[in-house]
C-alpha cells in the first residue's frame, strides 16, 4: 500500500503547506470542513463534486470557492477556473472571481500564492492547510484557507474545495 492509499484509509487530517506535517487547522470551521469531506468521500481517496452539498456547508458557504482544474493549452501549465467563490472572497480581494480564469486575476501577488498552492495540492494530492495574512483596505487580515481535492474519477484531481476560516 503506498503512502497516499494508506492516508486515505487512515488519516483524518490535513498537510500544513509551511512545515510539510500532517495536522489540523486551527479553526473549528475548517476542522468541521475536513471532517465533511472525509465522510464524503468514504473508503475513496477523493470525494467527488456530487458528493459535495451546499447545504450542508451553509456554516461556512461565504467562505467557500469552488475551482475547476484544466489541462493547459498545447502542453502548457494547469488552468483554474473559479466556478463558485462566496462572498467573503469579494470583500478580501475587491473583484468578483466567481467564473474568472485565475490567470486573469488583477493582483499578481495573490495569483502568485493561490498557485502555488494549488500546485502542493496537486503534488501531494492531500488536503493542505496554511495561515496568512493579508493587507485589506490598510489592515491586517489574518485567516487559515484549507484547499480539499475533488475528482470526478477517483485518481485525478478535478477541483479544489477551498475554506477560509
Excluded: C
Excluded at 465533511?36 to 450542508?56: K, S
Excluded at 489541462?71 to 467573503?88: C, F, I, K, N, S
Excluded at 468578483?96 to 486573469?104: F, M, P, R, V, Y
Excluded at 498557485?115 to 493579508?134: H, I, M, N, Q, S
Amino acid at each position: 500500500m503506498n503512502r497516499l492509499e494508506e492516508r486515505s484509509v487512515q488519516s483524518n487530517s490535513a498537510i500544513e503547506d509551511a512545515t510539510g506535517a500532517e495536522g489540523l487547522p486551527a479553526h473549528a470551521d475548517l476542522r468541521r470542513l475536513l471532517e465533511y469531506w472525509n465522510l464524503q468521500r468514504g473508503e475513496r481517496a477523493f470525494p467527488r463534486r456530487a458528493d459535495i452539498d451546499p447545504i450542508d456547508l451553509a456554516f461556512m458557504l461565504d467562505r467557500i470557492a469552488l475551482t475547476e482544474v484544466h489541462a493547459g493549452v498545447d502542453d502548457g501549465p494547469l488552468r483554474y477556473r473559479l466556478r463558485l467563490v462566496g462572498t467573503w472572497w469579494y470583500r478580501m480581494a475587491g473583484f468578483e472571481a466567481t467564473g474568472t480564469w485565475l490567470e486573469d486575476w488583477p493582483h499578481a501577488n495573490l495569483h502568485r500564492i493561490t498557485v502555488e498552492f494549488y500546485r502542493a495540492l496537486l503534488k501531494g494530492a492531500w488536503p493542505r492547510f496554511t495561515r496568512r495574512d493579508a493587507f485589506v483596505d490598510g489592515q491586517v487580515l489574518r485567516y487559515e484557507i484549507m484547499l480539499l481535492p475533488l475528482s470526478e474519477d477517483g485518481e485525478n484531481i478535478s477541483m479544489i474545495l477551498t475554506g477560509i476560516g
